[in-house]
Structures are given as structure tokens and as C-alpha cells.
């Protein structure tokens, strides 16, 4: 590594733009992965705060959870089990401003939040637009007015905040005595009805309109990133092996081992990818806590450090693939390449 050491001093230059370069495509990979995390907290936060289980829907509605239908026989088959409805709609606070909201009520559970008949509990960005408790909420598809009663975090479906609803006021909203799905957590027996699909949590997020598509684009450029530093350090110690294959010759023939000259391009990657993962992480890391309010950016830690091992596993790769001509040139050639 002293070798190696000296080199990167010798060309502090040439080093550094490397850097740069792996600074700035694991920022912008560290802040599309955020991006992809918000929106996908944003897209159904709702779902995704359930503990692990299974949802069920009528298995005609062909994974359209809107067209599902869940009959009361089919919900008291397993008391255990919670049945729930998800439909987007419309509030009117008391200035007649409409918010947009996804209607969800259930059958008495712990996993969703329970309200009084009349009253309706909200998620807390619609407080930050100005709705306060007590406040009281109309809307054009029923005639009864609602009470606000309380706020509730991360609560989202569909990018709507959801407004939780009393079973007999949502059923009077929408003119139904049914449910459209089944919720049973994993600690519970599975449900064993024919007339039900069973989705994990994971799928059933695909189900979502626009989730996957989204997430997908994201996902795919955030790929594309990495594999980008992967060609970069591949194509960069590449052309650094090809102006050394003289170095490479006189260090061979003096008794230096291959392993040895990959060991000191493994450093060289290791030390540049984590001064540009540190301070990609630091800066991402500001921006997480300091990103607008109205924005749906989410990076955790966990996903800081994956991206990280990654970009490290795919830096290592590259340059071992660029040092494989290393094991092909013999001293000799290598000395004469040198001298031309």
C-alpha cells in the first residue's frame, strides 16, 4: 500500500477527480434513493405501518382493490382478522377549501386507528394546512358533518392524507354495507376461502395505481448509478494499468507478486470510494434533515449503509477487472513497452 500511497500523492490531481466523480454519483444515488423512499411513504404510508400480515380481497376483483368486496359472512369468519375500506374523496374545512383524502374505516382493531361515529381523525399534514381540532368537516357525498378529534403521523394512501371514519358513517358516505378487504396479521391463522386472494404487504403495495411504475423508475436509475461508478473506476485504473505496464514490469521482476500489485489497487479504490461515500453521506444526510416540509424525501441510515457496501463491492470489482492485464504482462515485455 506505501506504493500506492505514494502514487496518489504523486497525482493528487488525477485522484482527485476520481473522487469527485464517486462523490457526486453516490450524492445523487443517496438523494434518488430518498426521493424513492418518500414517495413511496407518501404513496402508502398507510399500508406500509401495518405489522407483518396478509390482505385479502375478493379474488374477481382482478388485484383492483377498488373493485373488491368483502360480504359480512366472509368477515365474520375469522374474528381475529380486520376488515377495512380505502375510497379517495373530498373534506371542506370551515372556509369551504377542499382537501382531498382517502376515506378509510375498519372493524375494531388495533392495527387502524378507531373513531366515534361523527368524528373523523386526520392525518397531521392536513393540520399543517391549517385544520385544527374540533374544526368541523363537510363533505358533498353525505350530509353529516364531522368533528376533528385528533392527528395522527405518517398516515398516507394514494399521496392523500387519510381521514379515518366511523364504519356506519363510511357506509352511509358510500351507500354500502361492505368491506373491500381483509387484513390478518402473521401471528394469525391464514383465511381459507376460495373467493379471496391473499397478498403480503409488499404485493398487495403493487396493487396501488402508479406504485410501481414509480417506484420502478426510480429503482432502475438508482441501478444505473452504480453500475456508472462501476464502469468509472474500471475504465479509470484501466487506463492508469496501461500507462504502468512498465512500472508493473521493473516491480515484477524484482520479485514484487501480483497479489501485491492488486493489493495495492484495492487500496487505492477503498481509500477513494470512502473519503467520496463520507462525505456523500454527510451531505445527504443535511439535506434529510433539512429538506422542505412539502417534500417527500426519506433516507435512513439502513439505506445510507447498503448503497454504501454496494458502491464499495462494485468499486472493488471494477478495479479488480481492470488489473486482470497485470497477470498477463510478462516483465520483459513489460519493460520494453515501457521504453518505447
Keep these: 500500500m506505501k506504493i500506492g500511497w505514494k502514487e496518489i500523492k504523486k497525482n493528487k490531481i488525477r485522484f482527485l477527480i476520481l473522487g469527485s466523480i464517486v462523490f457526486l454519483v453516490s450524492l445523487l444515488t443517496f438523494m434518488i434513493s430518498g ?52 375510497q379517495m374523496g373530498f373534506l371542506h374545512d370551515q372556509t369551504d377549501k377542499q ?20 368524528d373523523v381523525i386526520l392525518d397531521q399534514t392536513l393540520h399543517e394546512e391549517g385544520i385544527q381540532i374540533g374544526d368541523t368537516l363537510t363533505s358533498q357525498q353525505t350530509d353529516q358533518n364531522f368533528t376533528v378529534t385528533g392527528f395522527v403521523d405518517e398516515s398516507k394512501f394514494s399521496h392523500a392524507p387519510v381521514a379515518y371514519l366511523h364504519v356506519e358513517d363510511y357506509q ?3 351507500q354500502t354495507d361492505q368491506m373491500q378487504l381483509i387484513f390478518s396479521p402473521d401471528n394469525q391463522a391464514a383465511i381459507d376461502d376460495e373467493n379471496l386472494q ?21 429503482t432502475m436509475i438508482i441501478w444505473f448509478l452504480i453500475v456508472i461508478s462501476g464502469l468509472l473506476f474500471g475504465i479509470f485504473f484501466y487506463m492508469m494499468n496501461v500507462q504502468k505496464m512498465g512500472l508493473y ?6 520479485g514484487v507478486k501480483t497479489t501485491t500489485l492488486f493489493a495495492m489497487i484495492w487500496g487505492q479504490m477503498l481509500f477513494i470510494t470512502i473519503i ?26 439502513a439505506t445510507t449503509l447498503q448503497l454504501s457496501i454496494i458502491f464499495l463491492i462494485i468499486g472493488f470489482l471494477g478495479a479488480t477487472i481492470s488489473g486482470l492485464q497485470i497477470r498477463k504482462a510478462a516483465p520483459l515485455q513489460a519493460i ?4 518505447n
Design 336 to 339: 520494453q513497452q515501457g521504453e
Design 172 to 174: 352511509q358516505m358510500y
Design 198 to 218: 391473499a397478498y403480503s404487504l409488499s404485493e398487495f403495495l403493487n396493487t396501488i395505481p402508479s406504485y410501481q411504475a414509480e417506484q420502478l423508475s426510480l
Design 99 to 118: 382537501h382531498s383524502v382517502a376515506f378509510v374505516t375498519s372493524t375494531n382493531s388495533d392495527d387502524f386507528v378507531q373513531v366515534d361515529d361523527g
Design 249 to 254: 514490469g521493473i516491480l515484477k521482476a524484482i
Design 35 to 86: 426521493l424513492a423512499n418518500g414517495l413511496s411513504q407518501d404513496n402508502a404510508a398507510l399500508i406500509k405501518n401495518l405489522p407483518d400480515g396478509t390482505i385479502y380481497m375478493s379474488a374477481d376483483a382482478e388485484d383492483n382493490y377498488n373493485l373488491s368486496s368483502i360480504d359480512n359472512q366472509q368477515i365474520t369468519t375469522d374474528n381475529q382478522a380486520t376488515a377495512f375500506s380505502i
Design 276 to 301: 467520496a461515500l463520507i462525505f456523500s453521506t454527510i451531505f445527504s444526510q443535511l439535506f434529510n434533515l433539512f429538506a422542505p416540509k412539502g417534500m417527500p424525501f426519506h433516507l435512513t441510515g
